[in-house]
Protein backbone atom coordinates (compact mmCIF):
# COMPACT_ATOMS: atom_id res chain seq x y z
CA UNK A 1 0.00 0.00 0.00
CA UNK A 2 1.16 3.65 -1.02
CA UNK A 3 0.43 6.41 1.03
CA UNK A 4 0.41 10.07 -0.19
CA UNK A 5 -0.06 12.98 2.22
CA UNK A 6 -2.74 15.44 0.95
CA UNK A 7 -1.18 18.28 -0.55
CA UNK A 8 -1.19 22.13 0.58
CA UNK A 9 -5.10 23.11 0.69
CA UNK A 10 -6.23 25.85 -1.36
CA UNK A 11 -7.67 28.32 1.19
CA UNK A 12 -6.71 28.49 5.02
CA UNK A 13 -8.15 26.56 7.48
CA UNK A 14 -8.82 29.31 10.12
CA UNK A 15 -9.84 32.41 7.85
CA UNK A 16 -10.93 30.44 4.43
CA UNK A 17 -8.87 33.20 2.42
CA UNK A 18 -7.19 31.38 -0.63
CA UNK A 19 -3.90 30.92 -0.87
CA UNK A 20 -1.52 32.62 -3.70
CA UNK A 21 1.59 31.92 -5.36
CA UNK A 22 4.48 33.49 -2.73
CA UNK A 23 1.96 33.33 0.30
CA UNK A 24 4.08 31.54 3.46
CA UNK A 25 1.80 28.66 4.72
CA UNK A 26 2.29 27.18 8.16
CA UNK A 27 0.91 23.47 8.14
CA UNK A 28 -0.33 21.56 11.56
CA UNK A 29 -0.86 18.23 12.18
CA UNK A 30 -2.80 16.93 15.57
CA UNK A 31 -5.17 14.63 17.10
CA UNK A 32 -8.52 16.38 17.13
CA UNK A 33 -10.75 15.92 20.29
CA UNK A 34 -12.87 13.07 18.79
CA UNK A 35 -9.19 11.34 18.26
CA UNK A 36 -8.96 11.43 14.54
CA UNK A 37 -5.99 13.37 12.75
CA UNK A 38 -6.71 16.50 11.38
CA UNK A 39 -4.09 18.74 8.85
CA UNK A 40 -4.68 22.17 8.96
CA UNK A 41 -3.37 24.72 6.68
CA UNK A 42 -3.08 28.65 7.16
CA UNK A 43 -1.98 31.33 6.20
CA UNK A 44 1.47 32.21 8.65
CA UNK A 45 0.44 35.15 9.81
CA UNK A 46 -2.60 33.53 11.31
CA UNK A 47 -0.42 31.15 12.96
CA UNK A 48 0.09 33.21 15.98
CA UNK A 49 -3.57 33.31 16.71
CA UNK A 50 -4.21 29.84 16.27
CA UNK A 51 -4.96 27.85 18.92
CA UNK A 52 -4.63 23.65 18.16
CA UNK A 53 -8.22 21.98 18.44
CA UNK A 54 -6.51 19.14 20.07
CA UNK A 55 -3.15 17.25 20.17
CA UNK A 56 -0.30 18.64 18.22
CA UNK A 57 1.81 16.42 16.67
CA UNK A 58 4.18 18.26 13.98
CA UNK A 59 4.45 21.54 12.17
CA UNK A 60 5.76 22.71 9.63
CA UNK A 61 6.12 25.37 6.69
CA UNK A 62 5.97 26.11 3.20
CA UNK A 63 5.64 28.87 0.58
CA UNK A 64 2.71 28.65 -2.06
CA UNK A 65 3.88 27.89 -5.44
CA UNK A 66 2.38 28.83 -8.96
CA UNK A 67 0.18 25.77 -9.34
CA UNK A 68 0.15 26.62 -13.42
CA UNK A 69 -0.06 22.28 -14.42
CA UNK A 70 -2.32 20.88 -12.00
CA UNK A 71 -1.81 17.66 -12.15
CA UNK A 72 2.12 17.78 -12.91
CA UNK A 73 2.29 19.80 -9.31
CA UNK A 74 -0.13 17.40 -7.43
CA UNK A 75 2.14 14.65 -7.84
CA UNK A 76 5.19 16.69 -6.51
CA UNK A 77 2.91 18.58 -3.60
CA UNK A 78 2.03 15.48 -2.58
CA UNK A 79 5.76 13.76 -2.32
CA UNK A 80 6.93 17.45 -0.52
CA UNK A 81 4.59 16.72 1.58
CA UNK A 82 4.83 13.60 3.11
CA UNK A 83 8.63 14.56 3.14
CA UNK A 84 8.11 17.71 5.29
CA UNK A 85 5.52 15.65 7.84
CA UNK A 86 8.53 13.32 7.78
CA UNK A 87 11.09 15.57 8.53
CA UNK A 88 8.27 17.25 11.02
CA UNK A 89 8.18 14.18 12.86
CA UNK A 90 11.30 14.37 13.80
CA UNK A 91 12.31 18.25 14.58
CA UNK A 92 9.20 18.64 16.69
CA UNK A 93 11.06 16.02 19.13
CA UNK A 94 13.89 17.41 18.58
CA UNK A 95 12.66 21.02 19.53
CA UNK A 96 10.99 19.39 22.60
CA UNK A 97 14.45 17.52 24.07
CA UNK A 98 15.87 21.19 23.55
CA UNK A 99 13.51 23.07 25.35
CA UNK A 100 12.28 20.16 27.75
CA UNK A 101 8.85 19.40 28.02
CA UNK A 102 7.14 22.36 29.70
CA UNK A 103 4.17 21.86 31.73
CA UNK A 104 0.65 22.19 30.07
CA UNK A 105 1.96 21.41 26.50
CA UNK A 106 0.23 20.00 24.15
CA UNK A 107 1.35 16.04 23.78
CA UNK A 108 2.96 15.63 20.12
CA UNK A 109 0.98 12.06 20.00
CA UNK A 110 1.27 8.62 21.20
CA UNK A 111 5.21 7.58 20.89
CA UNK A 112 3.31 4.10 19.09
CA UNK A 113 1.64 6.39 16.78
CA UNK A 114 4.95 8.56 15.75
CA UNK A 115 6.81 5.35 15.41
CA UNK A 116 4.28 4.16 12.89
CA UNK A 117 4.35 7.47 10.72
CA UNK A 118 7.86 7.70 10.91
CA UNK A 119 8.28 3.83 9.68
CA UNK A 120 6.16 4.33 6.85
CA UNK A 121 6.61 7.22 5.88
CA UNK A 122 10.69 6.42 5.65
CA UNK A 123 9.23 3.29 3.24
CA UNK A 124 7.58 4.93 1.08
CA UNK A 125 9.97 7.94 0.83
CA UNK A 126 13.13 5.62 0.10
CA UNK A 127 10.72 3.72 -2.47
CA UNK A 128 11.04 7.38 -4.34
CA UNK A 129 14.53 8.01 -4.25
CA UNK A 130 13.75 10.72 -1.13
CA UNK A 131 15.58 9.05 1.75
CA UNK A 132 18.33 6.51 1.72
CA UNK A 133 18.79 3.64 3.42
CA UNK A 134 22.06 3.36 5.57
CA UNK A 135 21.93 0.62 8.35
CA UNK A 136 19.07 -1.10 10.05
CA UNK A 137 16.27 1.38 11.01
CA UNK A 138 18.61 4.30 9.34
CA UNK A 139 18.14 6.88 6.88
CA UNK A 140 19.95 9.53 4.73
CA UNK A 141 18.13 12.67 3.63
CA UNK A 142 20.82 13.89 1.25
CA UNK A 143 18.84 17.34 0.23
CA UNK A 144 18.74 17.61 4.62
CA UNK A 145 22.33 16.07 4.42
CA UNK A 146 20.58 14.56 7.68
CA UNK A 147 20.47 11.29 9.11
CA UNK A 148 17.64 9.72 10.71
CA UNK A 149 16.85 6.87 13.14
CA UNK A 150 13.24 5.01 12.30
CA UNK A 151 12.97 2.34 14.64
CA UNK A 152 11.11 -0.57 13.07
CA UNK A 153 7.59 -1.03 13.84
CA UNK A 154 5.83 -4.34 13.64
CA UNK A 155 3.01 -3.37 11.19
CA UNK A 156 -0.01 -5.31 11.44
CA UNK A 157 -3.14 -5.10 9.83
CA UNK A 158 -5.10 -3.60 12.56
CA UNK A 159 -2.97 -0.81 12.85
CA UNK A 160 -2.32 0.08 9.47
CA UNK A 161 -6.46 0.20 9.28
CA UNK A 162 -6.81 2.15 12.43
CA UNK A 163 -4.22 4.70 10.91
CA UNK A 164 -5.54 5.03 7.44
CA UNK A 165 -8.84 5.49 9.10
CA UNK A 166 -7.61 8.87 11.57
CA UNK A 167 -5.68 9.94 8.34
CA UNK A 168 -8.58 9.85 6.10
CA UNK A 169 -8.30 14.01 5.75
CA UNK A 170 -4.44 14.33 4.95
CA UNK A 171 -3.61 10.64 3.62
CA UNK A 172 -5.01 8.83 0.65
CA UNK A 173 -4.56 5.21 -0.28
CA UNK A 174 -3.09 5.00 -3.49
CA UNK A 175 -2.41 1.47 -5.68
CA UNK A 176 1.19 1.41 -6.78
Given amino acids: ?53 GNLICRWGQTVKDRSD ?4 ARKSAMQSAEAVFLALFDEEDEAAAEGSAAGAPSAGTGEERALLRHLLALMLE ?26 VEIVPERLLALQDQLSHIIEPQTA
Fill in 1 to 53: MELEIQPLARKSYVSGREFAPGLRIESFLFRAEDGGLVRADILAEEAGDFEIP
Fill in 70 to 73: PEAN
Fill in 127 to 152: RRRVLRRSGRGRYWHPKEKRSFEVPD
